[in-house]
Structures are given as structure tokens and as C-alpha cells.
């Protein structure tokens, strides 16, 4: 095939994957947004989350604006670098936009469909989430292969684009994590605890806050975060590819972008097969299974499309089947890790239950409880990761390691969908309690909220397994870009042993700060509502026409979240250039790999540990233990608070500080060379 | 000088430590053990620990047998490596048991002296943490150095010594560390929470299990983890004093022993300055005060001179100051270290009274903050580790690193006696308690406790400190002992970057296996307690003469304890094996590399967070935030449960952990490489 018919192929792919989102946005608006209080709750939420992704992008233009400029004067070939960091950062931001979008219009039009149909609700919320992933996978692969036609023999300027989906997933992720428990615990605090109101009180000032929070959390973070996982993986095996013996040139860096373009076919085959089918007069049992069985569909028939599918693709394009199986071992090992992830977070497994149990004996048992469970959780995603590397390092080289994430994230379109699904039928279970429907349509709401739950869960260990496997692109990038004296990074280097030993370090600096944000976040959200309460006449008691001030409590979030991202995000950029220009790009290799193993641990601990708190809290509800206001019950929100920054702040936070040190390595590599020269 | 007369200096140095104890022991045995009721309680408390370290033994007997078996069969010279080994098991036990006979006849004495003065209950206090102090020492030196004679020519055996005292430390610091939480735990939940009787009551049949746990953990666990790092820091200097080009053969093999024997006699007239003067009639923070001087001039004056001696034995011996330059480097760290520890945990410092602050807002505010403090505190330690060893590498090459350890553990009899001192005076404090001995000699007793809590913390961001210089030794030596294919462990390789993942994920089940063992351990002491409770009529009563069994506690414990072992056991031995003959040895060193890491990130994080928190809930125990039972204060209770195991069961275990793999590897790294070559 000539290389002008691939380029349109892979083209093709992208524009296909924008077309069905369009298609999918048109079938969601033509669904009408309920009744006006449901309206009114739906609109607020989206103006919150319109203001708080305003204001994140005004900063984040500001940071692009510093970094295009250190780019564009540092990293040769100058300027062209920065002009694809930025079109990353704005393609990157625009999905982010799009999905929190249609997230935020899906939400009131789910718990509607519900009204009528259990069906038509869950279509409608899967769509919504469909529309966050094919808006990824689409402009993503659109964006990064254009810029790839345009400098088809400068790789340096591919990697400024993954470099630019890095600045908005730190905005997004990291900056959201810390808005979003901000918002949710000072929701709480004041609302619950001080106020006494119920919890979705549109009363409270914060609530809003806290809704936004969900999409700002597992939407628009999510998104971003995968965006760049993405993006990473197929930059990465491009760069990757050209030094292989088994591509090389040219050849290398179609093969990546083909196999997306494929995913993306696969995926939308995938998501197109979600039917589920009508039910009536069905348990709440039932009604969970069903939902979760008619996703699974779309997974199961993506990914059996696209084992079918790449086989072809890779034996016709390479003549070999090795590459093939390199991509299978990462599709099996971040399958396998979702597998993992839920029996570790599952209520109807062993860990939560006896994290359950131990509730019993007071909050501090309950803590060490699922610390440990936490902890113990790391073993099979290691071991997978380790498995898969291996496998595709054996099949493929260096190559195969890269091609092994994009095995993991060739689907991510029909992936992602089933993700963000969640916080929108969360959403909608929400609007459907606020404005008061029928018990029906809250229990068919509350059916496809929880599925979203467990979604919700599988797709954070299935980001942290993707981030971890698209750093490891980047380690093995590093080495391929920047030459390093003896041309290793030996462990009995003391450099390397220092890089190893700071890296590690900086990932609990990150999580720390991640997590204070959380609490400063929390105490502003607080006083502010505290002061509505008391300057806002009426507003307490409930009269007619007061309303509180839902906006601020969403800006001052945001202004904490934004505040509180400075220390981590120069910390990341800068600790890997200080390292670099003092202990050498050797010592750098260090602290990648140093980052990536603490970051690693540590984010699949917290996500599990959290997930299985909240679990158990919701299982002690169910009715073991006493069920609701036990004693175990108080133990289990103690448990359920400490995991909230834990599964929704540092955690998915520590996913792009892992990849984002690469990236910065990777980019301003050949520059620690310059100047060690110079020295 | 000839070979002799160093030999006999060494053995003198060994001997004059070994003298110093005998002269110790009597000063101690000179004083009265009081009146009958104390002696009642501190021979409980004696018995049980005789029968904790009794069943230690017997289990620790079998693991030994094993392994000198194994060592026997697979490791050349056949024999010699694993009487080397047996000898070192024995004499660290023979050191474990001597320090806890002395430190649990010194607990009535110290509170006995304390009736008629502060300084005698000071003096006794402080000189029975030196006779576990100068055992370690003098037997550590004198075992090492008689092995080191016999065979001078074969450094694998030397290693076996150092082998032994691990397996001591396992047992002695892991398993003990399970012991004396569980005990803790189970005494507090069925005595003060059910039963509704005060902390150390005797009718309580786990008091006596749980003022044994003081001894076990921070008098027996403690020695053997230092008796461990000291040992290691010694051998490991002698083996990569014979490669290094600045040393070489015989002479590289005396300097360690000479320079820790002058750190003998150095922390010997330390020792002999910690000369408290007679105080009548101060305030409490006042005797804290003068207690706390008193101990310090002690370090000062061992460190002043140990560094001048060191001067001008290193400049005589190999004409130049470049390993002087290594050891102070290693010196200046571990003493930064307990600084930047003390500042971590002190109540009077800013992130402990944040952490009462978050008290405010409940369990989960505080014990998020606590986590975010702990992980906050790694930034020193492991910038002072690696300042620490990146200057010792300049000065010393790999030899550098373990003469750096070595400066780190030079004066170890003196900080091991201030170390030992705390459960000692901990001790002292609840026998006068439950002795009903007057306000003013409690109140002198909780004084001298009061600084027992802070050398104690202190202690244990050195053992930590040490351990990671120690483990760090043992890398260097691996790398000298094992030969690897093209000579380096590179991070480009994925069997390391495997290694390094494993290693990592090694430490976290490590942990987590540590803390559930802490919750079955308390479980079964709370049946045990509650059976006696129902059993033993009249013992809740009080009625006279009616005693509860004490010995069955501490029988319970120690039995979960050992139980909970093996598994953490077998795995830290049979890991770095398994991945030796599978991946190969570079893969072991990545697993060395990723277990320090991650052991040494948790280890700090959790001894801090554990101090802080248990200081925190002193500061409001004190007043602050509305002092004993306030809400506050409820909630620093949890977050004090939380951090107990963290800071006396897992974080400990962790440095046993780290040096443990180091040395299987090391000892079993020629093995790998002949099976492999055979494959």
C-alpha cells in the first residue's frame, strides 16, 4: 500500500470515530431533559462545570504560554516543538470540553429515558460516556497523525504533542482530583454534620460543587488522563519503531497509527453492540447484572474484533506474528488487571468483606484493614505488568514494549465509554432524588448508578495499568533518544541509584500535596458555606425563591485545586531537568524508573484501598453489621473519608506524574547532552 | 603493625565492650528492686519475656537448622559458610537475650532509685540500655572478627556471620514487632473499651503481654535490627575494601575492624559522660530537659572523638583522607537524620500540632493528614541518603559506601543505649503506676519516660537511616560478588526494570502481611482476655489472691506471631532466589534496588506518620483542641491505633527486609550463576 493511502486510512479513522460522536450527541439531545426542576438542578450543574473548566483553562494557557516559550527557545527543531505541544494541549483540552459537554446535557436526559425505559436510560448514559471516549481516541489519533504527516522525519516534534495532552491531563486530572474531594468533603461536613440536611440538599451551596465534582473527576480527568496514556503509547512505539531492526523508517510509523485507526473501527463495532434489551418487574439484582452484561458485550466483541483484526494488519504489514502477540500480551495483562482490581474492590469478594468485618472493631482496625488489602492488591497488578513487559520485550524488543501499551489502549474508545459512563448515571440518580421522581425511576436509576460504581472502579485500575505500561514507553523512548556515556544506566551507578532513590521520593512529595490540597480545598468549601448560611436569609429554612450561591462554592474549589497544583506540577518538570543538569541524564533514568515504581504501588494501593473502603461502607448499608448507624457504619465513613483522596486525588493523580516525567525527560533529553558538552 | 598486634586490638576492643557490660550489670544489680509488689510485677513482666524469647528460640532453631542445611549443600566452601552462619544466629540471639534479662531486671530498679533521686533512676535507666548497646558491639566485633581470623582468605563465610544475626532480626524485630502490637491492641480493646478498668491494671491478663511487647520491640527488635546493620556495615566494608584499588587484600580487611573498635572504646567514655546531676524541687519540662542534656553530652563526646581518632587512623593507615571524607559523610547523615525525625515527630513542631489541628474535623481528616505528613517527611532522609552516599562514592568508590555505613553505626554502643533506655524508663513508669508508688516519684518516673519517647523516635529514624546505608552495602558487594553478563545491571534491561517491579511489590505484601498478622494477634488476645474474664472467678472483682495468666497472653502473641512470620519469612528468602534462577542475577539486583526503595519510602513514612500521631494525641492530651475527651481527642485515639502498628510492626519490620534480600542475594548470587551456566 502507498503511503498516501494509509495516510488516508488512518485519517479516515478519525474523522470515522468524530462522525459516530456526532451521531451519538444527536441521539442523546433528541431526548427530552425532564421536567423543569430537572432542568434547573441539570443546568446548574453544568454552569458549575462549564466555570470550573474555564477557569482551569485560563491557567493552563497561562502554563502553556511559559512552557511554548521554554520550548520553542531550548528544543530543537525550534519552534515547531512548541507549535505541536501546543496543538496537543488545545486538541487535548477541546475533548476534555466536548465530553464534560454532553456529560453534563446526558445527565438530567438519563434519569428521564429512566422515567419510561430501563433500557433507554442506560443507552442514553453509555452514549454520553461514548462520547468522552471516541472524542479521545478520534481527535487524539487525528491530531497527533497530522502532525505526523506534516514532520514525518522529526519525532522530537510527535513527542511535543504528547507532551501538550500532559499539561491538560495535570490540569484536569490532578487540579480535578483535588476540586472534586474538596467539594465533596466540605459538602459534607457542613451539610451532613453541621446543618443536618440530607445529602443532594439543593439547600446545601456546595451540592452543586459536588456534582460537578463527579464529571470534573471521572469525565473530564479520566478523559484526559487516557488521552494521554493514548497518545503516549503511539507516539512512543513510533519513535520506538524506527529503531528497530524489525521496522524501521517509515514503515515504523505507520504501523501505530494504522492499529489505532483499526481500534477505533473495532471500538465502534463494540459500542454499537451495547443493546440491552427492555425489563420489566426485575430485581435490583437483576437489573445490575443486566446492565453490566450488556456492556460487557461491547468489550468482548471490540476486543475479539480487534485480535482478529491486528493479526491480519501486523502479518500482512511486518510478515511476522511477533508484534502480534506483543500487542496481545498488554490487551490480556490490562484485561487480567481489571479482573484483579475488582476482586479486591468487589463487596462480594473476601477483601472487602473483612475490611467489612473489621469495621467492628472501630475506625482504626478498619484503617489498618484496608491499608493491608490495599497493599496486598499490588501483587497481581505487578506481576501482570511485569508478565506482559517481559512477554513483549521477548517478542518485539523495546518495540514490543510500546506496542504492548497500545494492546492495552487499542480499545480505549468503547473502554473509556463504559468508564465515564458511571458519574453520569451517578448524576442522574442524583437529579432523579433532588427533584423528587417516582420510586420506580429512582430504583432504576439507582440500578445503573451502580454498575457505574463497579465500571467506575475497573477503569482506575485499568488507567493506572495504562499509565504505568505507557511510562514504561517512555523509559524505554529515553534510552533510544538520549546517548548516555557507556550507553547504559547501570544500578551500580551511584547516579542512578540517586535518580532511582529521588524519584521515588518525589511521587510521595506528590501524593502529599495532592492530599493537603484536598484539605485546605475542604476548609475554604466550609467557611463558605457556613457564611451562606448565615448571610443568605431564608436559605436554611427553605424558602421559596432562595437560593444559594452554587457558583462560588464551585470558584473557590477551583481556585484552591488550581493553588494547590503549583508545588507539583513545577516539582515535576523541574526535578527531572535539575537532576539532569547536575547528576547527568543517567541519574534521570533513575528517577523515571524510581517514579514509575512508587507511582505504580502506591497509585494502585490507594485506588484499591479506597475502592474497597466505599464498598464496604455501602455493603455495612446493604445491612451487614448492623447496617446504617452502627457503630460499624460510623467506622465504615471514616474509612470511606480517608479513601475519597486517596481513590479520587492522589491516586489517579500519581498516573500522570509517572507518565509526565517521562515526557519531560524524553523532550528535554538531548538538552542535558548540550550542556554536559558545554561543561 | 604487624597482623597480630591489629588482631588483638580488635579482639581488645570487643573485650574492653564485654568488660564494660559485666561493670554495668553490677552497677544495676547493686541497686534495691524495691518493694515486693514491684518485684511481683517486674518478674511477670521478666517471666514473660523469658518465655516470648524462649518459644522465639525454638522456632528460630528449626529455621536455622534449615537453613544451615541448605547452606551447607548449595554454597562452596561446603560447611564453613553455614558455621559461620550458625555462629552468627547464636551469638546476635545470645546478645537479644542478654540485653532483655538486664533490661527487665532494671525496670523496678530504675523506678526503686527514682524514690530517693532523679539521677541514680536516670543512671540505672540509661545503663542498662548501654549493656544492650556494648553486647552488640562487643559480640558483633568479637564474632565477626574471630571468623574473619580463622578464615581470612574467604569472604563468603564472613558473610554467613552476617547472615545469621538477619535471621535473628526477623525473628526478634518482625515477629516481635506482630508481638507487641497484638499484645497492645488486645490488652486496650477488651481492658479498657469492655472490661471498663484503667490502662495497666494487673486484674488485666494481656498488662503483663504488653509491658513484655516494650522490651521485645524496642529492647530485643531494635538490638538485633542495629547488631544486623552493624555487622553488615563491617563485612560488607571488608569485602569492597578488598576490590578497591585504595585498599586492597589484608589491609582492607583490618581497617573496619580497627575503626569499630575504636568506636568501642569511643562510645565507651560517652558513655561514661552521661552524668545526669541531682535535681530537687524543678519542673517537669525542666528534668525533661536535664535528662535529655545529659544523654546528649554522651553523643557529643563519643562523636567528637570518634572523629578525631578516626582522623589519624585512617590518614596512618592508607595515607589519605578520602575514606575519612566517607565516613564522616555517612556520620553527618544519620545524625541530620534524627534531627529531620525529631522535627517529623515532635509535638512542638509544625506538623505534629497540624495533625492535632486536623483532629478537629475528625478520624479521617487526621488520618489523612498524618499520611500526607508521613509522606512529606521521606524529603530529608533521602536527600541526606543520597548527599550521603553520592559524597562517599566521590570520596571511596563502592568502598566509600560501606565505610559510609559504617561512620553511620561507629558509635552505635552509645545511640543504642539511649535507644534501649526508652522501654526501659517506659517500664519503670508503669510498675510505679501500678505499684502505687507516691506522685512525686510517678511524676519523676514519667519524666524520665517522657525523654524515653523521644530517644525512642529518634532511634528508630536511625535504625532506618542505617538500614538503608546497610542495604545499600550489600548492593555494592552484590555487584562485586556477582559477575553479570556484560557487567552491568542496566535499566534498559526489562529483566531488571522486572527486578526493580518485584522488589518494589515485595516490600508492600511485606508490610501488609506485618500489620494483618498485628490484627489476628489482638484478636486472639481479646478471646484469651475475655475467657479469663468468664473463667477465673473473682478476677474482675479483684478479689484477693485471685491472679489472671499472664503467661498464657504473652504464649498467645508470641504464637500468632511466629505464626504470622512465616509467610513474610519464606518470601523474603525464596523471592530473590526464584527471580535469580528465572530472570537471572540482574534481575536480583533490581529487586535489591526496588525493595530498598520502596522499604526504606515506607519505612520513614510509616515511623513518622506513627510518631506524629501518637505525639499528637499527647499535645491534646496535654490541653490543646479541648484536651482529653473532647471529639479531638477521640479522634487522635484512632489515629494513634492507626499508627501503632505502622511505627512498631510494619515500618521496623521493613529494615529487616531490605538487608535480608540484600543478603541472600549475595550469598546465593555465585549459585545462581553456576545453575545458570549449567542450563
Known amino acids: 500500500?502507498?503511503?498516501?493511502?494509509?495516510?488516508?486510512?488512518?485519517?479516515?479513522?478519525?474523522?470515522?470515530?468524530?462522525?459516530?460522536?456526532?451521531?451519538?450527541?444527536?441521539?442523546?439531545?433528541?431526548?427530552?431533559?425532564?421536567?423543569?426542576?430537572?432542568?434547573e438542578i441539570s443546568h446548574a450543574i453544568r454552569q458549575g462545570a462549564m466555570a470550573f473548566l474555564n477557569r482551569e483553562f485560563k491557567t493552563l494557557s497561562i502554563f502553556t504560554v511559559v512552557v511554548f516559550i521554554a520550548l520553542a527557545?531550548?528544543?530543537?527543531?525550534?519552534?515547531?516543538?512548541?507549535?505541536?505541544?501546543?496543538?496537543?494541549?488545545v486538541i487535548s483540552a477541546l475533548s476534555g470540553w466536548l465530553g464534560m459537554n454532553i456529560a453534563t446535557s446526558a445527565n438530567a436526559r438519563t434519569a428521564n429515558a429512566a422515567m419510561t425505559s430501563w433500557a433507554r436510560g442506560l443507552k442514553i448514559a453509555f452514549s454520553s460516556g461514548a462520547v468522552m471516549g471516541f472524542?479521545?481516541?478520534?481527535?487524539?489519533?487525528?491530531?497527533?497523525?497530522?502532525?505526523?504527516?506534516?514532520w514525518p522525519d522529526n519525532s522530537h516534534i510527535?513527542?511535543?504533542?504528547?507532551?501538550?495532552?500532559?499539561?491538560?491531563?495535570?490540569?484536569?486530572?490532578?487540579?480535578?482530583?483535588?476540586?472534586?474531594?474538596?467539594?465533596?468533603?466540605?459538602?459534607?461536613?457542613?451539610?451532613?454534620?453541621?446543618?443536618?440536611i440530607p445529602e443532594d440538599d439543593p439547600r446545601n451551596p456546595a451540592v452543586i460543587a459536588d456534582n460537578v465534582g463527579d464529571n470534573v473527576g471521572d469525565v473530564a480527568g479520566m478523559g484526559s488522563d487516557l488521552f494521554e496514556s493514548y497518545v503516549s503509547a503511539i507516539a512512543a512505539s513510533m519513535v520506538l519503531g524506527i529503531a528497530s531492526p524489525m521496522l524501521g523508517g517509515v514503515k515504523a510509523v505507520y504501523l501505530p497509527l494504522i492499529l489505532a485507526a483499526a481500534g477505533i473501527v473495532c471500538s465502534i463495532i463494540g459500542a454499537l453492540s451495547v443493546r440491552p434489551k427492555e425489563l420489566t418487574g426485575v430485581s435490583f439484582e437483576e437489573q445490575v447484572e443486566k446492565a453490566q452484561a450488556a456492556m460487557n458485550m461491547g468489550v468482548y466483541v471490540s476486543n475479539i474484533l480487534m485480535i482478529i483484526v491486528s493479526f491480519f494488519i501486523i502479518r500482512a504489514y511486518t510478515g511476522s506474528l511477533a508484534l502480534f502477540w506483543a500487542l496481545i500480551s498488554g490487551l490480556i495483562a490490562g484485561f487480567l488487571i481489571s479482573l484483579a482490581t475488582e476482586y479486591f474492590t468487589s463487596p462480594d469478594r473476601a477483601p472487602t468483606?473483612?475490611?467489612?468485618?473489621?469495621?467492628?472493631?472501630?475506625?482504626?482496625?478498619?484503617?489498618?484493614?484496608?491499608?493491608?488489602?490495599?497493599?496486598?492488591?499490588?501483587?497481581?497488578?505487578?506481576?501482570?505488568?511485569?508478565?506482559?513487559?517481559?512477554?513483549?520485550?521477548?517478542?518485539?524488543?523495546?518495540?514490543?514494549?510500546?506496542?504492548?501499551?497500545?494492546?492495552?489502549?487499542?480499545?480505549?474508545?468503547?473502554?473509556?465509554?463504559?468508564?465515564?459512563?458511571?458519574?453520569?448515571?451517578?448524576?442522574?440518580?442524583?437529579?432523579?432524588?433532588?427533584?423528587?421522581?417516582?420510586?420506580?425511576?429512582?430504583?432504576?436509576?439507582?440500578?445503573?448508578?451502580?454498575?457505574?460504581?463497579t465500571t467506575a472502579a475497573l477503569g482506575k485500575?485499568?488507567?493506572?495499568?495504562?499509565?504505568?505500561?505507557?511510562?514504561?514507553?517512555?523509559?524505554?523512548?529515553?534510552?533510544?533518544?538520549?546517548?548516555?556515556?557507556?550507553?547504559?544506566?547501570?544500578?551500580?551507578?551511584?547516579?542512578?541509584?540517586?535518580?532511582?532513590?529521588?524519584?521515588?521520593?518525589?511521587?510521595?512529595?506528590?501524593?502529599?500535596?495532592a492530599m493537603m490540597g484536598v484539605g485546605t480545598g475542604g476548609f475554604a468549601i466550609v467557611n463558605e458555606v457556613r457564611r451562606q448560611f448565615r448571610e443568605i436569609k431564608g436559605l436554611l429554612a427553605g424558602e421559596e425563591g432562595v437560593k444559594p450561591d452554587y457558583i462560588a462554592c464551585v470558584d473557590i474549589a477551583t481556585k484552591v485545586a488550581l493553588r494547590s497544583m503549583i508545588i507539583p506540577g513545577v516539582l515535576v518538570i523541574v526535578v527531572p531537568l535539575l537532576l539532569g543538569f547536575t547528576l547527568g541524564p543517567k541519574s534521570v533514568a533513575g528517577l523515571l524508573v524510581g517514579a514509575l515504581l512508587t507511582g505504580f504501588l502506591m497509585a494502585v494501593m490507594?485506588?484499591?484501598?479506597?475502592?474497597?473502603?466505599?464498598?464496604?461502607?455501602?455493603?455495612?448499608?446493604?445491612?451487614?453489621?448492623?447496617?446504617?448507624?452502627?457503630?460499624?457504619?460510623?467506622?465504615?465513613?471514616t474509612g470511606d473519608t480517608v479513601g475519597d483522596p486517596f481513590k479520587d486525588t492522589a491516586g489517579p493523580s500519581l498516573n500522570i506524574l509517572i507518565k509526565l516525567v517521562g515526557k519531560v525527560a524524553v523532550i528535554f533529553g538531548p538538552a542535558f547532552i548540550v550542556l554536559i558538552k558545554l561543561c
Not at 493506572?464 to 523512548?477: F, N, R, V
Not at 475502592?611 to 448507624?629: P, T, V
Open 353 to 453: 468483606k473483612k475490611i467489612a468485618a473489621a469495621a467492628e472493631s472501630g475506625a482504626a482496625v478498619l484503617i489498618i484493614e484496608g491499608l493491608s488489602q490495599g497493599m496486598m492488591s499490588t501483587v497481581m497488578p505487578v506481576l501482570l505488568v511485569v508478565t506482559g513487559t517481559v512477554a513483549a520485550y521477548i517478542f518485539g524488543g523495546l518495540l514490543g514494549i510500546g506496542i504492548a501499551a497500545m494492546g492495552m489502549l487499542i480499545n480505549l474508545g468503547m473502554l473509556l465509554a463504559m468508564d465515564c459512563y458511571g458519574p453520569i448515571a451517578d448524576n442522574a440518580a442524583g437529579i432523579a432524588e433532588m427533584a423528587g421522581l417516582g420510586k420506580d425511576v429512582r430504583e432504576r436509576c439507582e440500578a445503573l448508578d451502580a454498575v457505574g460504581n
Open 73 to 89: 527557545v531550548f528544543i530543537e527543531p525550534h519552534w515547531w516543538v512548541a507549535v505541536s505541544y501546543l496543538a496537543g494541549t
Open 1 to 39: 500500500m502507498s503511503a498516501g493511502i494509509i495516510q488516508w486510512l488512518v485519517v479516515g479513522g478519525g474523522v470515522l470515530a468524530m462522525l459516530f460522536v456526532l451521531y451519538l450527541v444527536k441521539t442523546i439531545l433528541r431526548e427530552s431533559p425532564g421536567n423543569p426542576k430537572m432542568q
Open 158 to 196: 510527535w513527542l511535543g504533542f504528547a507532551f501538550g495532552s500532559s499539561s491538560v491531563a495535570l490540569f484536569l486530572r490532578a487540579g480535578g482530583g483535588i476540586f472534586t474531594k474538596s467539594a465533596d468533603v466540605g459538602a459534607d461536613l457542613v451539610g451532613k454534620v453541621e446543618a443536618g
Open 135 to 150: 472524542c479521545v481516541v478520534g481527535l487524539g489519533l487525528l491530531g497527533l497523525a497530522i502532525i505526523v504527516f506534516i
Open 606 to 637: 490507594m485506588a484499591n484501598a479506597g475502592g474497597a473502603w466505599d464498598n464496604a461502607k455501602k455493603y455495612i448499608e446493604s445491612g451487614a453489621f448492623g447496617g446504617k448507624g452502627s457503630i460499624a457504619h460510623k467506622a465504615a465513613v
Open 461 to 513: 485500575g485499568f488507567a493506572i495499568a495504562s499509565a504505568a505500561l505507557a511510562s514504561l514507553a517512555w523509559i524505554a523512548t529515553y534510552f533510544e533518544v538520549v546517548t548516555m556515556e557507556g550507553g547504559v544506566a547501570s544500578l551500580m551507578d551511584v547516579d542512578v541509584i540517586s535518580g532511582i532513590m529521588i524519584g521515588g521520593m518525589l511521587t510521595f512529595v506528590f501524593s502529599a500535596l
